[in-house]
């Protein structure tokens, strides 16, 4: 039977600070020796950090160092950091609020996709072991006011540590913080408790704010009186799809083979997106706050385009393949096609992007109203690509068939994500061909639109939800395309040949929201025809040609 000598609290919350700094951030450190000297400097300069954070480390859990809280605190450290460990490590993500956010926004099924035998072992042998050791390690604790004092003493030491350190290596320290933000967001455990808290502060701040409901004065133009037939609007927002890869963007690859014999298709070539991940850019599209004055809090609580749509007398409809609408379509109709069993197109949980177009037909021949449909795809979402295309739309092998990305080689990871974009080539076009073939009832037009990209191996990134500001552009240049029925060109006075012009102006998804009212020709307050991409596209039908106004 294992038995252990007794030891003081500050050797259990110093050798706790010890295996945290050095087991739990393989990525800081490798970081570190990337942007540090290689020689003795450099070394001296790891070495100073590494004390630093190690002190911090030490009165922070010197805080918590006594009987009733310091085993369950550590325990839970070290169960957590482990698994944030395991994903820094294996997809090369940084820890922050987003990160956060996005977590906690997640569904079974893309939880599913990340779990792994490897994060298992991560979790085992950083988490469970040494917690199993913590509770077998007799600690013998003081009397109350001694040991308050043993406390002091070694959170004064510990100060004076970080200090001294701080003293000797000014420059070199101060350089390196304020060039390198980002490695506040590698430290474990500070990085994910500290967005932790900054969760629960949003969280907290959105619950107080009074809902704030936006363009109550939007009405449709007198415009619409001249139109002849319903309108059906299809916007298609799009998951991980970057459009460094699309065939039809340029990519040397054909992922796009269907899209490209689409007369009429425009294809922008300069999109951003407005965040690195779900959580904020799709409810960041839907607002009109912009990027640069995004407030995740702010726009729980506030009313976005789908509201403004709805409160102009369009029926607005999202149907959603995912992981939800993250808040953009709570008071709209909202119809979840992810779980459905439908036979070739659903399995375990999961259901292909063309159970989006089910019944579209039917959906159409009924359609009494304008509106607006939203199909939210699961597009490419990682890390398991090979699952989110049929078995014939892999036009490019081999594939990664595993989520441990780091394991696989960069061209199996690459085919396969090519492989995802093939796929919403077909289902775009199909999508095409259905609005297409109905224009002579319907005025039907379809704009798609990712919410992010995707980082596939790039920087010794995967996947996607790098802080914006640190962010490689693969997971912030995004594909949008556009099509518009005959009909619906004559009735909206879209002019696609110059929108076909302008297709490489600069665009981001803050266009989204004014350029939809645009579009629709909805009247608002609300609306700035500065950021209407369509705005200097529109014009007069005359004789069957649009002229522009």
């Known amino acids: 039977m294992l038995k252990l000598k007794a030891v003081r609290p500050e050797w259990v919350t110093l050798a706790a600070s010890a295996f945290l700094l050095t087991c739990f951030n393989f990525v ?26 190690l ?10 160092a006594f009987r009733p809280v310091l085993k369950p605190v550590l325990t839970l450290i070290f169960m957590c950091s482990a698994g944030v460990a395991y994903f820094m490590n294996q997809y090369g993500v940084l820890i922050d609020i987003g990160m956060l956010r996005n977590f906690a926004q997640t569904n079974a099924t893309e939880v599913r996709d990340l779990l792994s035998l490897k994060m298992l072992a991560y979790i085992f042998l950083l988490g469970v072991l040494p917690s199993w050791l913590l509770w077998k390690l007799p600690v013998s604790y003081r009397r109350w006011h001694r040991e308050l004092m043993s406390k002091g003493v070694v959170s004064v030491a510990s100060a ?11 420059q070199g320290l101060s350089s390196l913080f304020r060039n390198h933000h980002e490695l506040r967001l590698m430290v ?6 500290g967005a932790s808290f900054g969760f629960l502060r949003e969280q907290v701040v959105s619950a107080q704010r009074p ?13 619409w009186q001249t139109h002849d037939r319903k309108s059906l609007t299809v916007l298609v927002v799009g998951e991980s799809a970057r459009a460094e890869n699309f065939g039809i963007l340029g990519y040397g690859r054909d992922t796009t083979p269907e899209l490209k014999k689409e007369a009429g298709l425009i294809a922008f070539t300069d999109v951003h997106s407005c965040g690195t991940e779900t959580a904020v850019s799709v409810p960041c599209m839907f607002s009109n706050m912009g990027r640069k004055a995004y407030n995740a809090s702010q726009a729980k609580s506030e009313e976005g385009l789908l509201d403004v749509l709805k409160r102009a007398g369009l029926d607005v409809i999202w149907r959603d393949n995912q992981s939800g609408c993250k808040g953009t379509c709570d008071r709209v109709t909202f119809e979840d096609v992810s779980n459905l069993k439908t036979p070739g197109l659903c399995a375990s949980s999961e259901c292909r992007d063309e159970i989006l177009l089910q019944g579209l037909q039917h959906f159409i021949d009924s359609l009494d109203k304008d509106t607006v449909l ?10 398991e690509y090979f699952k989110r295309y049929p078995k014939e739309y892999e036009h490019f092998t081999p594939v990664c068939e595993s989520n441990a990305l780091n394991n696989c080689s960069r061209e199996s990871i690459i085919n396969g994500y090519d492989n995802t974009l093939v796929y ?28 992010h990209g995707e980082s596939l191996g790039e920087y010794n990134l995967f996947l996607h939800g790098t802080p914006y500001m640190l962010a490689p552009d693969q997971q912030k240049h995004v594909a949008m395309l556009a099509w518009f029925s005959d009909s619906y060109q004559k009735s ?9 012009l302008s297709r490489d102006k600069p665009l981001s998804q803050d266009n989204l929201f004014h350029s939809m009212l645009g579009l629709l020709e909805v009247n608002s307050q609300v609306y700035n025809q500065d950021l209407d991409m369509f705005a200097g596209c529109r014009g007069a039908v005359s004789d069957g040609v649009l002229a522009k106004q």
């Open 160 to 170: 004076a540590v970080i200090g001294a350190i701080a003293l000797i290596n000014y």
């Open 211 to 223: 809902f704030v409901k936006i363009g109550e004065d939007a009405q449709r133009k007198p415009d």
């Open 374 to 383: 939203v199909l939210h795809q699961m597009g490419s979402h990682g890390p």
């Open 492 to 500: 909206f006075s879209v002019d696609t040949h110059c929108l076909q």
């Open 28 to 53: 800081l450190w490798q970081h570190l020796s990337e942007i540090t000297a290689s020689d003795g400097q450099g070394l001296v300069m790891r070495a100073a950090f590494g004390v630093m954070i």
């Open 55 to 64: 002190a911090a480390f030490n009165i922070v859990l010197t805080l918590f």
């Open 188 to 193: 474990v455990p500070s990085n994910y408790i």
């Open 424 to 451: 919403t080539d077909h289902v775009l076009s199909s999508l095409i061909d259905v609005l297409r073939s109905n224009q002579d009832k319907v005025d039907t037009a379809m704009l798609y639109l990712s919410d």
